[in-house]
């Protein structure tokens, strides 16, 4: 069993900074993908950034330059340094982690943090 839990959320003025943690617990593969995903009020859920086992990150659009994404494997914790900060940043975001063995599909959530960004 692995359970992901997320940390960091809140309410921040627009130009403000938050940082998000995911701790990870539980049976987790060492050669993993994490990412986070955010969605808001009547949006489908999308990808903000993602990382690799070996910290290869990506990221969306909307939030290169803006947003980190970093992770520490030894503490199985992933982070989302999110500044500048505006109001369509607004959501709840969710942590994931995935990976292949054995050719099964192993995909995990978390509940989700709210951030709320006003203007």
């Known amino acids: 069993q692995v359970q992901l839990v997320e940390s960091g959320g809140g309410l921040v003025q627009a130009g403000g900074s938050l940082r998000l943690s995911c701790a990870a617990s539980g049976s987790i593969f060492s050669s993993n993908t994490m990412a986070w995903y955010r969605q808001a009020p009547g949006k489908q859920r999308e990808l903000v950034a993602s990382i690799t086992s070996g910290s290869s990150a990506n990221y969306e659009d909307s939030v290169k330059g803006r947003f980190t994404i970093s992770r520490d494997n030894a503490k199985n914790t992933m982070y989302l340094q999110m500044n500048s900060l505006k109001p369509e940043d607004t959501a709840v975001y969710y942590c994931?982690?995935?990976?292949?063995?054995?050719?099964?599909?192993?995909?995990?959530w978390g509940q989700g943090t709210q951030v709320t960004v006003s203007s």
């Open positions: 994931n982690a995935f990976w292949r063995r054995f050719g099964r599909l192993y995909n995990y």
